[in-house]
Each structure stands twice: as C-alpha cells, then as structure tokens.
C-alpha cells in the first residue's frame, strides 16, 4: 500500500508559476513509476506527466510541453511538479498518481494509487 499526499497547488495569475510536491509513505518509492493528472470540472481526468520508475524517462501531455517539469527525489519519498507560464486552462485539481508495474502508461486506470488532489487555479 502506498498512500500519496499532494501539496502546493493555489491560485496564481495567468504566467506565474507554481511547485506541486507529492509525498509518498513507504520504503520502495524508487520502485514506482510517477504520474500526474488534472481533472477540471465537467470534463474527464487527463494526464499531465509521468517519471519512469526504471529510467527516469519523463513523458509530458502536448498541453504542458515546454511548461511544465516533473523531478522526483527518491530518497525524500516526493515527487515534484514545476509549473511555469501558467494558463487558465491549466485550471484543475491536479493529482498525484503511483504504480509500480507501468512504465510508460498515460491512462489513468492503469495507476494503482491516488493522491486526494491539490487545486490548481489560475486567473486570467
């Protein structure tokens, strides 16, 4: 069982920038392949990003491509998520997702663990 905790998200103006932090429990953190995805209202939840548990291999959605950083810092159990030239439509709660048998995988129902999410929001 892994339980994943997120922090950071906030209301920022169009442009600025923002630091998610995801906080894993346990001791095999390494071992998990990270992800973050969004959920704005009245539409599906989309994948953001992800960090390869075996390679490190970062894999980003088109939308955020160029804006948006995710790092992970094994031995603090936390995986990050940089966001930078904000947009309105980046507008979301944004979750933190873990599996330790996906590696590449952008759908969500592949993930085995889930964050409470942090809102993200964004004013034009």
């Known amino acids: 069982q892994v339980q994943l905790v997120e922090s950071g998200g906030g209301l920022v103006q169009a442009g600025g920038s923002l630091r998610l932090s995801c906080v894993a429990s346990?001791?095999?953190?390494?071992?998990?392949?990270m992800g973050w995805f969004r959920q704005a209202p009245g539409k599906e939840r989309e994948f953001v990003t992800l960090?390869?548990?075996?390679?490190?291999?970062?894999y980003y959605a088109d939308s955020v491509k160029g804006r948006f950083t995710i790092s992970r810092d094994n031995a603090k159990n936390t995986v990050y998520l940089q966001m930078n030239s904000l947009k309105p439509e980046d507008t979301a709660v944004y979750y933190c997702?873990?599996?330790?048998?996906?590696?590449?995988?952008?759908?969500?129902?592949?993930?085995?663990?889930w964050g409470q999410g942090t809102q993200v929001t964004v004013s034009s």
């Open positions: 960090i390869n548990r075996s390679t490190g291999s970062t």
């Open positions: 346990g001791r095999t953190f390494s071992s998990y392949t």
């Open positions: 997702a873990a599996d330790r048998t996906v590696l590449t995988s952008q759908h969500a129902s592949r993930y085995a663990y």
